[in-house]
């Protein structure tokens, strides 16, 4: 069984930091890219970033680049969002992602609350 398992949400300050994991089980990690996808309160869905199946290629949304950083450790079957300088407009759960395939179709986690406020 596919499972994307993320973790590290909460409450921050602006301008503050927050480490999001997702745990990963059921498929070859390895084998696929990944990405961080979020939803504001009331706002459709917006890509944040992805990682290639390697870690070497990583893209980001204008909106978090030189912010965010996306990386990952095949090892440990696990995707990282390092997320630093963070705004009040960061806030929404954000969703871990396993990018489709030719072999696997997309799959989505549960996601984790982040709240930037003072």
């Known amino acids: 069984e596919v499972q994307l398992v993320e973790s590290g949400g909460g409450l921050v300050q602006p301008g503050g930091s927050l480490r999001l994991s997702c745990a990963a089980s059921?498929?070859?990690?390895?084998?696929?890219?990944m990405s961080w996808v979020r939803q504001a309160p009331g706002k459709g869905l917006e890509w944040v970033s992805t990682i290639n199946t390697g870690g070497e290629n990583t893209y980001y949304a204008d909106s978090v680049r030189g912010r965010f950083t996306i990386f990952r450790d095949n090892a440990k079957n696990t995707v990282y969002l390092q997320m630093n300088n963070l705004k009040p407009e960061d806030t929404a759960v954000y969703y871990c992602?396993?990018?489709?395939?030719?072999?696997?179709?997309?799959?989505w986690g549960q996601g984790t609350q982040v709240t930037v406020s003072s």
């Open positions: 992602k396993r990018e489709s395939s030719q072999w696997v179709p997309e799959y």
């Open positions: 059921g498929f070859i990690f390895s084998s696929s890219a």
